[in-house]
């Protein structure tokens, strides 16, 4: 049993760059790997947010306003539940095309009959 070891152990030092360069690569390709899991789950988690909202001041703590490039974003409205949603919400994310109804406004989706979504961040802020 011993000799086995002494066999194995010489062969490890014979072979000590080989070894090193399996490991290297193996490293880098966890390393990189793990790098893509990151990007790809800050790339979801940035989907799901309005493109700007600033903080106004002048409002109660809390609540935001969207910036004139958000406020150019046009609402969503699903024709069969008569609810708008922003295009970047999980329910119009999730609507088929064929149920959608574009509008340039909530108040123009509002005077439609539509009502926003309660789970769509921002529509329900005053």
Same mark, same amino acid.
């Given at each position: 049993?011993?000799?086995?070891?002494?066999?194995?152990?010489?062969?490890?030092?014979?072979?000590?760059?080989?070894?090193?360069?399996?490991? *290297?690569?193996?490293?880098?390709?966890?390393?990189?790997?793990?790098?893509?899991?990151?990007?790809?789950?800050?790339?979801?988690?940035?989907?799901?947010?309005? $493109?700007?909202?600033?903080?106004?001041?002048?409002?109660?703590? *809390?609540?935001?306003? $969207?910036?004139?490039?958000? +406020?150019?974003?046009? +609402?969503?409205?699903?024709?069969?539940?008569?609810?708008?949603?922003?295009?970047?919400?999980? *329910?119009?994310?999730?609507?088929?095309?064929?149920?959608? +109804?574009?509008?340039?406004?909530?108040?123009?989706?509002?005077?439609?009959?539509?009502?926003?979504? *309660?789970?769509?961040?921002?529509?329900?802020?005053?």
């Amino acid at each position: 049993m011993i000799e086995k070891i002494k066999q194995f152990i010489r062969v490890i030092k014979e072979n000590q760059n080989d070894i090193i360069l399996v490991i *290297g690569i193996i490293l880098i390709s966890l390393i990189s790997f793990g790098a893509g899991k990151l990007t790809s789950t800050q790339i979801q988690n940035s989907e799901n947010q309005p $493109p700007a909202i600033i903080e106004n001041s002048n409002r109660p703590s *809390g609540t935001i306003t $969207p910036t004139p490039e958000a +406020i150019k974003i046009q +609402i969503i409205g699903n024709k069969n539940s008569k609810i708008y949603h922003y295009p970047w919400c999980s *329910g119009a994310k999730n609507m088929k095309e064929e149920n959608k +109804i574009y509008f340039n406004s909530k108040e123009e989706a509002e005077k439609a009959g539509y009502k926003p979504a *309660g789970n769509c961040p921002g529509l329900l802020n005053p």
